[in-house]
């Protein structure tokens, strides 16, 4: 209790010191409008995500699982390819970021794209899931809303607040290990709070729609993420997003609501790729 009143006290002497309250995105059509209060800068929590996304490559690569098969990444380019420029209704400058993507041979079931457009999709996912273009494209678009909404900097905000204070958190630029480090870790393998969840999932649905992919294919993703769940080992990607019935619910709500964009995309040959 002591800690969570120091906790708060820290982040009204945050707002004091000039935090920003920002809007990330637009006004979505599937109602997404929490406004949200930053206290690292989105250049430090960017430029540290690269550090910590090249880190993961390099790592990735060491042990020879980066990028081996060809095929898969060619799928994941062509996917994200259609995801990104359709993050500008949402977001104007996010069609402009350095958008990085790489898959990762791990037999962990997992994605991620950390702040700024640092995408990884690990062979877990593909090799358990199966997906169609159209659900890969779910799990991609749910990540790349975690990007757009800035939820890593939001976490990693909370956690170098607890970490460093407020004096030395408003001296924070340019690239930072620890923040490098911390955005690794609110970004691989802790879990986002429900209400980014719930964020990313409509942002996710939203944006798989204006590219062309199938909105509904969200609630089949998270029908066999459901069912892998049951299975003796749970995958990593459902301790980082946990999922429940009404999670299906909502997804296949929000997905009826962007049928009309969809439909407008594949009339204008958006998904002319075909599947
Ligand atoms: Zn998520």
Known sequence: MKRKLAISLLIWAAFAA????????????????????MMVSADAVNQSA????????????????????????????????????????????APGWKWEMHVLSSKEVNAWCMPGGKIAVYTGLIDQTKPTDDELAAV??????????????????????????????????GVNTQLAQTIADVTISLPHSRAQETEAD?????????????????????????KLAGGNQPPQFLSTHPSNASRIADVTQDAQKVMPLYQAAKASGTASAGK
């Open 18 to 37: 000039g935090c920003a309250s920002v809007d990330t995105t637009k006004e979505s059509a599937v109602g997404v409008d929490r406004r949200q209060h």
């Open 50 to 93: 690269d550090k910590a996304y090249h880190d993961v490559l390099a790592q990735a690569q060491k042990q020879n699982a980066l990028d081996r098969d060809p095929a898969t990444v060619e799928r994941v380019k062509r996917i994200a390819s259609r995801l990104i420029p359709a993050t500008g209704a949402l977001r104007p400058d």
């Open 140 to 173: 991609m678009g749910h990540e790349i809303g975690h990007a757009l909404r800035e939820h890593g900097r939001e976490q990693a905000s909370q956690q170098m607040l607890e970490q460093l204070g407020v004096g030395l958190l408003g001296a924070l630029t």
């Open 202 to 226: 409509r942002i996710g649905v939203e944006l798989a729609a204006r590219a062309g992919y199938d909105p509904h294919a969200a609630v089949s993703l998270w029908q066999k993420m459901d």
